[in-house]
């Protein structure tokens, strides 16, 4: 059974409203997915997570291979279990972090020198651990394994992530082993498809940076493969918005139309998530809206401030209106930017959570208008709105 | 219009039931407040604070005058709008953070030879904020008229909380001060009892250290003056039992049975509460169940494990069991001590907030049964069946 199913094409751009089915229940799309890290998005409970209206959210395998650990997970029953979330959870393979935490690392330690953190080889990647510099060994057939422990509804190809500024030799290199590797993550899942008894589905990853010949000969092939649905990876991807467009438009015509499509890291902004479904893509993650909110930038509807505010600004002191009039979230309704700004003021604990409440559910009613506006054949007069 | 009513005085013990009456809700005693020191009870909102069963918080009125100033909570009209708090609500005086914080950095700052922090004079006192330094004074009128605009429904007298090693003449000096502080409390109060349209209520504060005939002089002097409920002060209170019920026992026989009787600062332990309870005490407070389920140690039913357990101990990684069997909090409901293990070892601030939910409702849940118990005149049983 197919895991997606496109519910309506707008009539004026290729923006797309779909249903992600999954054992642990359904997902419209376009989805914003809350990063959970560490078996927890940062600040909240799962019944946070139930309040914000998050249909799915996002685990991180490599920080929980390093800790707790798969095996604890899976004793617990998996991920769902674990953290007490029924809903459905994707994880990603630990690719990216392998490469951009142990690159983040080898640059400070090389200049004591102190030799690189991340060796690869066709088989894999050997990695030092952020926390304690432990060695570990990612390869399709391990990260595959620990995905299948963790137990998420969707689960993601192991693959490497190249940086922007990587040479056309080494970005080609290193797209072609990732596609091998793609082959070898489906292999490895196709042995086991359902760990904990429920499915779980596998995602491939399109490589190749910055290069246009590169992106279109990965999309070709990962969409050539028997996945259940297509990510977008890349440095830039998210962070760059006018590169991530040319990316989208380069690959997403030869990406089949009854599966999904995720760009992965995609949603610093909130209005990042209208340009990437205006280009067709339905599914989206992004740590930018709990970190910005545990650094006091809360998103409102405001386009003249970029849609953000910064509440640690003296000005909120006395403020007794919510962050955004146009937000339903539990601190709009609930609490003053005054009182907001006294909790950052006083370094409260609780100044994170009612922050990071705001963000997530900003970008959820963002994408839950956006849903209902794509149905309605309404997305563009919506996107205008906002930008 | 009297705070409070007895309900029952327990038939074995000097343990009794009550109610406070406060225009923002009736409370029943025996009662532990959590405390609220920055307007807020760290970690926690306020649907928290209302779903761990709480009747009653506390506020700080030092730490509220230095961040964010009485004037703005008055602006945002009053403590229980201002961090949307319906219930009832009770600041101290500020006098106890004046002189044990004040203190402190002294001590610290004394070998740099930067001088005394604390000015005591008949009028009041002098001192430096623990954030930035900066010079501030408070009397009684000045704590008064902090407290009337923080708008708490019980506010606390201005008082000098003396050191247990301090000199009996300097603990008699300190406390006819504090006599006659009450008095100008009281004074400075009854000019303007409702300063934002509901009653505020006030309470003297018992000093006199560990000194028996200071003790019982005080007991006597504040239970003449025409105070709301009556408090017992002191270093030791709280933090050394064994003093703590010495000190109870001979004030409470000069309290009127009308009044609430307060012992500032108890609560390290549960069972502290049922040794206060059972020498005839009311109310309580304290800063350690939270800060000690920040320090990831929690309140167990277990008397082997002094009611404690360190959750980041090895030994729960794997644990699937809730913290404790008896507890009914939504931590316990929600999730296994493996994952708060894990949660602390992973340094996610999500655990503090678990941590703490746990903690609080413990201790509400114990007095909740406490209640229960003295009505049915069953206090000591219970009792028993905790120490």
């Known amino acids: 059974m197919s895991i997606f199913k496109e519910i309506h094409q707008n009539k004026n751009s290729s923006a797309r409203a779909g249903i992600l089915t999954t054992d642990h229940g359904e997902v419209e799309t376009p989805a914003f997915m809350p990063v959970g890290t560490q078996a927890t998005v940062k600040t909240l409970d799962s019944a946070d997570i139930k309040n914000i209206g998050s249909g799915i959210i996002l685990g991180n395998t490599y920080h929980l291979h390093l800790q707790p650990g798969e095996d604890i997970v899976a004793a617990a029953g998996g991920l769902h279990k674990f953290m007490n979330w029924p ?34 080889t066709e088989d894999g ?14 390869t399709p057939e391990i990260a595959i394994d620990i995905e299948h422990k963790l137990g998420a509804d969707i689960i993601m190809a192991f693959d490497e992530c190249t940086p922007d500024d990587a040479s056309y030799e080494y970005t080609k290199e290193a797209m072609e082993r990732t596609h091998r590797w793609a082959k ?25 940076a910055g290069h246009e010949n590169l992106r279109k000969e ?10 259940d649905g297509i990510a977008i990876g890349g440095e830039s991807v998210g962070y760059n918005m006018e590169a991530t467009v ?17 760009t992965m890291g995609l949603g610093l902004n909130p209005t990042d998530l209208l340009i990437a479904v205006e280009h067709g893509i339905d599914m989206f993650d992004c740590v930018a809206p709990t970190r910005l909110a545990r650094h006091g930038m809360l998103f409102t509807f405001n386009k003249e401030n970029k849609h953000r505010l910064n509440i640690k600004n003296a000005a909120f002191a006395t403020d007794q209106k919510p962050i955004d009039a146009w937000c339903d979230c539990s601190t709009c309704k609930n609490y003053s930017r005054s009182y907001l700004h006294h909790l950052f003021a006083a370094d409260e604990i609780l100044a994170l959570r009612l922050a990071s409440i705001h963000n997530l559910r900003f970008m959820l009613k963002l994408m839950q208008e956006t849903r209902c506006a794509i149905k309605e054949d309404k997305f563009l007069e919506l996107k205008n709105n906002w930008i």
Chains 1, 2 share one sequence.
């Open 87 to 120: 809903g459905p959870i994707l994880t990603d393979s630990g690719g990216f972090q392998v490469f951009s935490l142990g690159l983040q690392k080898e640059k400070k330690l090389n200049s004591a020198n102190q030799g690189s953190l991340v060796k690869i």
């Open 218 to 227: 990965s999309a070709k092939y990962i969409a050539s493969l028997d996945f």
């Open 246 to 262: 040319k990316i989208i438009d380069w690959v997403v015509p030869f990406l089949p139309k009854d599966k999904p499509r995720y």
């Open 125 to 138: 990647v050997a990695f030092r651990s952020h926390r304690d510099g432990s060695l570990h060994t990612f």
């Open 184 to 208: 070898r993550s489906l292999e490895a899942h196709q042995t086991n498809t359902s760990y904990h008894g429920y499915r779980q589905f596998l995602f491939g990853i399109i490589q190749g």
